[in-house]
């Protein structure tokens, strides 16, 4: 069995995606162990099937019980604790609202990270490893330029969470995998 990492993308504002009628479709549908974190569109779960699969699985559900039609990102615990010790800005840990961790549907073609690199004027700073994202907006989210730039410059699917609940879902998913043993 594995620790997964399961993030919504396109949750909060308007789209909501209630985290306790969710946990409890979810474990109904077979996958064990479900935690939810905060109403952002996040869980860990505990499943033998692929990644592929999950996620189609948990799209059906999300279609079925909410209404919810867009994109999920699926992460293994060992991924998820790659993404953190691999993250560019070390120093950036100190200030958590402001360094950001994009999981992407893919890894982005040269051409399209190039563009981004071109698009990139301000004070933030990026950097991708994989299908990881790493965006430290020194300003704050909220004044930040490049963020609405960043899926339609490299023309894939991302969702983004804040250094906060990075280290909350590594936390989550470590407690889950304990749990399920």
């Known amino acids: 069995m594995t620790t997964w990492i399961v993030l919504f993308r396109g949750v909060g504002g308007d789209t909501?995606?209630?985290?306790?009628?969710?946990?409890?479709?979810?474990?109904?549908?077979?996958?064990?162990?479900?935690?939810?974190?905060?109403?952002?569109?996040?869980?860990?779960?505990?499943?033998?099937?692929?990644?592929?699969?999950i996620a189609r699985h948990v799209a059906n559900i999300a279609l079925k019980h909410f209404g919810f039609s867009k994109h999920i990102m699926?992460?293994?615990?060992?991924?998820?604790g790659r993404l953190i010790v691999n993250n560019p800005f070390?120093?950036?840990?100190?200030e958590p609202a402001k360094?950001?961790?994009y999981v992407m549907e893919r890894a982005p073609d040269p051409e399209a990270v190039e563009a981004l690199r071109q698009k990139a004027t301000g004070p933030e700073q990026f950097e991708i490893r994989g299908r990881v994202?790493?965006?430290?907006?020194p300003q704050g989210v909220s004044n930040a330029r490049l963020h609405p730039?960043?899926?339609?410059t490299?023309?894939?699917?991302?969702?983004?969470?804040?250094?906060?609940?990075?280290?909350?879902?590594?936390?989550?998913?470590e407690q889950v995998a304990r749990d399920a043993k």
Do not use: C, M
């Open 16 to 53: 909501l995606l209630p985290v306790q009628p969710l946990k409890q479709a979810l474990a109904e549908e077979g996958f064990r162990s479900v935690v939810t974190y905060i109403n952002t569109g996040n869980v860990v779960l505990v499943s033998n099937d692929t990644p592929k699969r």
């Open 133 to 137: 994202l790493y965006y430290y907006t």
């Open 154 to 173: 490299l023309k894939i699917a991302a969702t983004a969470r804040n250094w906060n609940t990075v280290v909350k879902l590594s936390h989550l998913a």
């Open 90 to 94: 070390p120093l950036a840990v100190n």
């Open 149 to 152: 730039k960043i899926e339609p």
């Open 74 to 80: 699926i992460v293994s615990k060992a991924e998820w």
């Open 99 to 101: 360094l950001h961790a």
